[in-house]
């Protein structure tokens, strides 16, 4: 048997897509699956840890964790991760969350009268540098999908939002990322990196996982 390096470690995992409404019918999203969250979370459980997932709409299979909170819209998820983080130890952001929402939602279906209809946007509060920026925040795991410069944007994102680490993998390619069953990723810290190369997401989430239990024991250490 493995190490169970996060042996009663209490984690918190944000996972899938949000899903921002624009009238009773339709909705803003994503073509995150939630598999790649969902592997990471079962990773983490087969290391000990006592998982708590936040996780939009999706139709993968959820993983088997100690609790799982399903939401749809951007605030729903900040509002379940705020009142769940206290308790944890570690926080990993692996949800695709809508930078933006509906300024308005229109109590009945928007008719199609129009031959043109704007639609007003405003920013949602980011989830994962509103945890790092607690007073006592847990150890923090963000992840970034990166078209260009993968580095310099993971390393900007890994100051800029106060995170103990970022995995990076490069999406607009042929092979990885949205609705692949294979991926790759780059995982960034203060002093160090390193690369996982393209592999399932099962097998990538078990690496993963070592990694942030590795780092996690190291910072507790000092
Ligand atoms: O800045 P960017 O959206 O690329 O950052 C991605 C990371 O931030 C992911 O870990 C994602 O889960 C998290 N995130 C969040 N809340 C948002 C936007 C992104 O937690 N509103």
């Known amino acids: 048997q493995a190490e169970r390096l996060l042996m009663g470690a209490r984690v918190l995992l944000t996972a899938g897509p949000t899903r921002e409404p624009l009238d009773p019918v339709r909705y803003l999203g994503n073509r995150s699956s939630g598999r790649m969250g969902y ?5 983490l459980v087969n290391l ?9 709409p999706t139709v993968s299979p959820l993983p088997r964790v100690s ?21 944890c130890a570690i926080f990993v952001a692996t949800a695709a969350v ?20 704007t639609l007003h946007l405003i920013r949602n509060p980011d989830i994962l540098a509103d ?40 999406v607009g390619g042929e092979r990885g990322g949205f609705e692949h069953d294979e991926n790759a990723l780059t995982v960034f810290w203060r ?26 024991r190291g910072h507790h250490a000092t």
């Open 39 to 43: 592997a990471l979370a079962s990773a």
């Open 48 to 56: 000990g840890a006592q998982v708590v997932l936040v996780t939009g």
């Open 67 to 87: 609790k799982v909170i399903q939401v749809e819209t951007a605030l729903e998820m900040h509002r379940a991760v705020m009142n769940e983080v206290g308790e």
């Open 98 to 117: 809508a930078d933006y929402r509906p300024m308005e939602i229109a109590t009945h279906k928007i008719k199609k009268d129009a031959a043109e209809l």
């Open 131 to 170: 945890v790092a920026a607690l007073k006592a925040p847990p150890f923090t795991v963000g992840f970034a999908a990166e078209t260009e410069n993968l580095e310099q944007h993971a390393r900007a994102k890994l100051t800029a939002k106060k995170l103990n680490m970022i995995a990076a993998n490069q």
């Open 191 to 216: 002093d160090g990196q390193c690369g996982l190369p393209m592999m399932s997401k099962t097998q990538l989430a078990r690496e993963l996982a070592d990694l942030i239990a590795e780092h996690y």
